[in-house]
């Protein structure tokens, strides 16, 4: 079967690399009947959102060449602090059980609370030198097996939580966090009225965490990284690698 890449992204006020400002931006990858769908959600997805209207968007279609990975589905693990700040110490306990320390977490929070600029990837941070060493890094190429989808959408749906956000963002962290080099992962929604965001890790699953951040914040991602001299094959692998997501869903309520 041939897979196809699509990546989508929107801007106000021009294209992102002319000062535009990020509206909304999103990855698959699918078979070629797929396409046409894609596409037209992508166009939805970018005309749609709370961040207002674009007058940029570029929607790029590619055939892969290389041979698609497997990539199991991160576990999902529900929590339900009931406030910012035991969502946040919640998430400073699960992170530090990888060996980030109190002061990275709370670097990683100031940087997706006070983004020194306009946005529209990841920061990569690396553990040993505590530096950013990439900004606006994009996972690229990643998309479901379609059983595994399936499933994880009858599950999701049985406990009430059907949102396509959940499984959008849990592709994209099961990549992320499959990577060799990747330590964890912090996310926080672009949507300003979205304040659910979760913390991932190979280890730790997919760790979701209602309450993350306060209404009307913007978003990011942090990728933390174990040693600033794996950055380029942590990039090769975020950007370049085609990846599936497979396996079989697992959901856990966490009191
Ligand atoms: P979203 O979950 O789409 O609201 O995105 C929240 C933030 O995560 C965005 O502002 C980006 O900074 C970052 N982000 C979104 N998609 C990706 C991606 N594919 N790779 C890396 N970072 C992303």
């Not at 920061?123 to 996972?139: I, K, T």
């Not at 950007?239 to 869903?249: A, M, S, Y």
Request: charged fraction near 25%; charge should be neutral.
């Amino acid at each position: 079967m041939n897979w196809y890449s699509i990546r989508m992204r929107a801007a106000a006020g021009g294209p992102h690399e002319k000062g535009g400002r990020h509206i909304s931006g999103a990855e698959d990858l699918v078979p070629e009947t797929e396409i046409e769908d894609r596409l037209f959600y992508f166009w939805q997805k970018a005309s749609n959102h709370e961040k207002g209207k674009w007058d940029f968007l570029q929607i790029t279609v590619e055939k892969i060449d290389e041979r698609v990975q497997e990539v199991s589905l991160l576990p999902v693990k529900l929590f339900y602090p009931a406030t910012t700040v035991d969502a946040r110490k919640l998430a400073t306990e699960l992170l530090g059980r990888n060996g980030i320390t109190q002061r990275q977490i709370n670097s990683a929070f100031q940087l997706l609370e006070n983004p020194p600029q306009d946005i529209r990837g990841a920061w990569v941070v690396a553990l040993d030198s505590n530096r950013v060493v990439r900004e606006n890094v994009r996972a690229t190429k990643f998309g479901w097996n379609q059983t595994t989808y399936q499933q994880l959408r009858e599950m999701l749906t049985c406990a009430g939580l059907i949102n396509t956000r959940l499984s959008e963002a849990l592709a994209l962290a099961s990549k992320v966090n499959a990577c060799p080099g990747i330590v964890a992962e912090l996310c926080w929604s672009d949507n300003p009225e979205y304040t659910t965001g979760y913390v991932a890790s190979s280890r730790l699953g997919y760790c979701r965490l209602p309450n993350f951040k306060p209404i009307g914040k913007g978003g990011g991602r942090v990728f933390w990284i174990e040693k600033e001299e794996q950055i380029e094959s942590v990039l090769h692998w975020l950007r370049e690698v085609p990846c599936l997501i497979g396996g079989v869903p697992i959901l856990q309520k966490e009191e």
